[in-house]
């Protein structure tokens, strides 16, 4: 079974630019989660859709984070216009969404800004 | 924010020896668990321990919780050089629901051959 995968792994970019990142979660998993995670630390919880619904954005920046997961499958998170201190590593997760289900996370994907 | 904090922040160890790592954290649980990561790697789970169970085994893991002292520790016994990774402990706390994660800062474990 394929676990969770995301685009792209790595990431450069300058100041002011936007960036996409792309999340396909495991098959028939309905809960789906974005983290960031800084260096050197865990990570914390941006946003988690449960199907197409955002029922927790209460970490996500929302002036310049936005997120989307059109028909409850894959999902893309996007930064508009990034700055230097979005440098970290975001993580997709995904579980079957029951309070003591196993979070299943992808490898991540490393976002540097210049 | 974080709310469990792990100790040590780095641990050394040589193969064939037990590593244990503490966590504490601050608010009520649900639930404990703790994860590993691999260097640029995501995030595997190990372990979930729930609030009324004390300790709780999984292979050469053995993980303790005392809700009392709001902490936990992830025993590895017997290391191996695949064990290096840090370990991260990570509580769904009462008051934000279950299904919000927080997760401490980590222990980088090294596992010398």
């Known amino acids: 079974e394929a676990g969770v995968v995301q685009s792209p792994r790595y990431k450069i970019i300058e100041k002011k630019q936007p960036v996409a990142f792309w999340c396909n979660p495991i098959?028939?998993?309905?809960?789906l989660y974005w983290y960031r995670q800084n260096l050197g630390q865990g990570p914390e919880l941006l946003i988690r859709?449960?199907?197409?619904?955002?029922?927790?954005d209460s970490q996500l920046p929302k002036d310049r984070f936005s997120a989307e997961r059109l028909k409850g499958v894959d999902s893309t998170l996007k930064i508009q216009p990034a700055e230097l201190g979005d440098s970290a590593v975001y993580l997709c997760?995904?579980?079957?969404?029951?309070?003591?289900?196993?979070?299943?996370f992808g490898p991540g994907t490393r976002l540097t800004v210049l | 924010s974080q709310q469990g904090e792990e100790d040590p922040q780095a641990l050394s160890i040589q193969e064939g020896e037990n590593a244990t790592m503490n966590c504490s954290y601050k608010?009520?649980?649900?639930?404990l668990q703790w994860y590993r990561q691999n260097s640029g790697r995501g995030l595997v789970h190990l372990i979930l321990?729930?609030?009324?169970?004390r300790e709780k085994h999984s292979g050469r893991l053995r993980v303790t919780l005392d809700t009392s002292k709001k902490s936990s520790s992830l025993l590895i016994t017997a290391s191996r050089a695949a064990d290096t990774a840090s370990y991260f402990c990570?509580?769904?706390?009462?008051?934000?629901?279950?299904?919000?994660?927080?997760f401490g800062k980590g222990t980088k474990l090294s596992v010398i051959p």
């Open positions: 098959s028939g998993h309905n809960t």
């Open positions: 990570a509580t769904d706390d009462t008051g934000a629901g279950s299904y919000q994660l927080t």
């Open positions: 997760a995904s579980s079957l969404g029951r309070p003591t289900d196993t979070q299943y």
């Open positions: 859709y449960e199907n197409e619904e955002a029922v927790d």
């Open positions: 321990i729930r609030s009324n169970e």
């Open positions: 608010t009520s649980i649900n639930n």
